[in-house]
């Protein structure tokens, strides 16, 4: 076991090559995360001592269930354009979030609005290939433990996973395109970030997102997705907006007018 990162109230370690976090107890769910009542003060390097957690009430966390039919799909869609008309109750949009609003988003992700309209304009041409390509490019962009333009790629990939699963869109070339980006990702950014996208590519994310993807497609009342939505974007500094922006974008293929320079 090893010590990767330290943050103020959470620690991330390597445990037989694979990565996990162990968060305060009302953290968000997440796949990789352990969350406990007591988070223990380590050290960086190799961890040497034995690490004890009851588990006698532990509980394993399993996401909301993903879209499955045709159906669910056009309700997915049909929500997305609900969740759009609503943005300003969930706050001031940040990172890539400004997009939804028709506004270019702050510096440094300003000169990359172009591009991340280049990626979803080709999720609305069935191109996954051209995504991918357009996606490369912002890997790794943006300051914090997952960039935005991770957050951003990690969840329109996880939207495209869904409409494929629902048949809506062909599996193999977005499979392929997503294996580029896996790829790319160990040497654009950091190992972090890098396994938080793999997991994205594999349709699996933290819970509010998995939620709020229950919710439309399952055509849920408003206040269901719409409290989705709101825990989505409290996570990290931009991160879950920069997840709801991927998610919605490659859903619906194009923002509002006037995102992109």
Do not use: N
Request: proline share 7%; glycine share 10%.
């Amino acid at each position: 076991m090893e010590l990767i990162a330290t943050l103020s109230r959470s620690l991330y370690l390597d445990v037989s090559g694979e990565m996990i976090w162990l968060g305060p107890a009302e953290s968000t769910l997440h796949g990789r995360a352990v969350l406990t009542a007591d988070v223990p003060a380590l050290s960086a390097g190799p961890i040497t001592h034995r690490l004890h957690f009851d588990l006698i009430r532990a509980v394993e966390w399993q996401p909301a269930e993903a879209v499955v039919t045709r159906a669910d799909a056009d309700r997915l869609l049909e929500g997305c354009r609900a969740i759009l008309t609503v943005v300003p109750a969930l706050g001031t949009p940040d990172g890539f979030g400004a997009l939804l609003v028709g506004a270019p988003p702050g510096f440094p992700l300003d000169r990359a609005a172009a591009r991340a309209q280049l990626v979803v304009q080709a999720c609305a041409r069935g191109d996954a290939a051209g995504a991918a390509t357009a996606a490369e490019g912002l890997l790794g962009l943006g300051p914090g433990l997952t960039p935005a333009g991770d957050d951003f790629v990690g969840a329109v990939f996880f939207a495209r996973r869904l409409l494929a699963q629902a048949e809506a869109a062909p599996a193999e070339p977005w499979r392929e395109a997503a294996a580029f980006i896996r790829a790319r990702a160990g040497d654009r950014t950091h190992r972090i970030s890098a396994a938080l996208l793999g997991d994205l590519l594999d349709g699996a994310g933290y819970a509010p997102l998995h939620d709020l993807a229950s919710a439309l497609a399952t055509a849920k009342p408003p206040h269901v997705a719409l409290d989705a939505a709101r825990r989505l974007v409290r996570i990290g500094h931009s991160s879950g907006w920069d997840m709801l922006t991927g998610f919605i974008g490659a859903c619906l293929g194009d923002f509002p007018s006037g995102a992109s320079p």
